[in-house]
T-cell receptor, first 114, second 114 residues
């Protein structure tokens, strides 16, 4: 089955705390791609990162970092020193070849309080 | 310049009506998609088109019919609207299959059927 699980439905933190959003995936394919998208209260879907199955390097972009571990089928997302503007629903997603589909997790609603 | 634009942003209509949502992308992408996001924020693919050809047609009622006049446009027509059709509909595009590049999403169309 091709599936993405985001077990954390909602997370609430206070500004400047670090927070990690979990993503666990299932796929039978050896070539696959993982994504994170952000959906702020305004509703649009904003692309954050794409990772392919052959690249297990972790990535850091400013306060954002991603930890991809094939051994545990996880692609977790950490926000360091969270800010109120980080409040949004965050989606992890999976795609695979050859396919034109992207399976989304159920999303994690992050609330950062001042 | 908006990369993927959908119109209208909000649509309120009565049960039984027929309505269309338009989508245009100016990115030169070959592949376009329609996603539905329900009230619980769950995102599910409805259709995928590659160069005007239907690639994915998930289990969607026949009342939903996508139309792609050219590869820059993918419109969604809905006949005999029902209360359960109320949702946010997202159009998206990508250069190739999802895995090779990220998908860019439109701002969404919030459809309310009363």
């Amino acid at each position: 089955a091709q599936k993405v699980t985001q077990a954390q439905t909602e997370i609430s933190v206070v500004e400047k705390e670090d927070v990690t959003l979990d993503c666990v995936y299932e796929t039978r394919d050896t070539t696959y791609y993982l994504f994170w998208y952000k959906q702020p209260p305004s509703g649009e879907l904003v692309f954050l990162i794409r990772r392919n199955s052959f690249d297990e390097q972790n990535e850091i972009s400013g306060r954002y970092s991603w930890n991809f571990q094939k051994s545990t089928s996880s692609f977790n997302f950490t926000i360091t020193a969270s800010q109120v503007v980080d409040s949004a629903v965050y989606f992890c997603a999976l795609s695979w070849n050859p396919n034109n589909d992207m399976r989304f997790g159920a999303g994690t609603r992050l609330t950062v309080k001042p | 310049d908006t990369a993927v634009s959908q119109t209208p942003k909000y649509l309120v209509t009565q049960m039984g009506n027929d309505k269309s949502i338009k989508c245009e992308q100016n990115l030169g992408h070959d592949t376009m998609y329609w996603y539905k996001q329900d009230s619980k924020k769950f995102l599910k693919i409805m259709f995928s088109y590659n160069n005007k050809e239907l690639i994915i047609n998930e289990t969607v009622p026949n009342r939903f019919s996508p139309k792609s006049p050219d590869k820059a446009h993918l419109n969604l027509h809905i006949n005999s609207l029902e209360l359960g059709d109320s949702a946010v509909y997202f159009c998206a595009s990508s250069a190739l299959e999802f895995g090779n590049t990220e998908a860019f999403f439109g701002q969404g169309t919030r459809l309310t059927v009363v």
